[in-house]
């Protein structure tokens, strides 16, 4: 039997019709069709799948839906506005950060994470929040540089 579940994705109220055991990842991709989010490990240990849950990055594979009611979610296709990249979108093309681009939406969105969290991270503490999130083809430089490059260009915002 279906319920409704409410709550917000990527600055919309969404009521969606679930069984209620499906994974937040499930609903994103195949309910909602928002396949910016990747399907990878399905047990939350390589990052592909992170989105922001009320603005703190989440595994979105070991979510289950009913643990987001009322709650704001934001996907990878909500970070950009009016046609314009966000500047962390912007910082991972910059720097080449997104060699196959599998990895790339989690790995963006978990970053984001920690910018809001601290707008001004050092190298090691950018290195300690993003180990959760692999990269299979090893651009682990390259988007240590992109956060910072985004760091600095969301505080010129600030």
């Known amino acids: ?3 409704p579940i409410h709550f917000n994705l990527n600055h919309k109220e969404i009521t969606v019709e679930v069984r209620g055991d499906e ?3 499930t609903v994103i991709r195949e309910y909602l069709d928002h396949t910016g989010t990747k399907y990878s490990c399905g047990l939350g240990q390589c990052g592909a799948c992170t989105v922001l849950v009320d603005k703190e990055p989440v595994q979105s594979c070991i979510t289950y839906i009913e643990d987001v009611v009322g709650k ?3 996907t990878i296709e909500g970070l950009s506005a009016d046609g314009f990249l966000h500047p962390i979108q912007k910082a991972f093309v910059s720097h080449d950060s997104l060699q ?7 790995m963006i969105m978990n970053a984001y994470g920690l910018l809001l969290r601290d707008p001004k991270p ?3 503490k950018i290195i300690s929040e993003m180990e959760g999130n692999l990269c299979r083809c090893g651009s682990y430089n390259r ?3 992109a956060i ?3 760091a600095i260009e969301m505080n010129k915002k600030m």
């Open 148 to 150: 910072q490059t985004a």
């Open 100 to 106: 196959c681009g599998f990895c790339t939406p989690g």
């Open 122 to 124: 050092t190298r090691e």
């Open 72 to 74: 704001e979610i934001i």
């Open 143 to 145: 988007i240590i540089d």
């Open 23 to 25: 994974s937040l990842l």
């Open 1 to 3: 039997m279906k319920k």
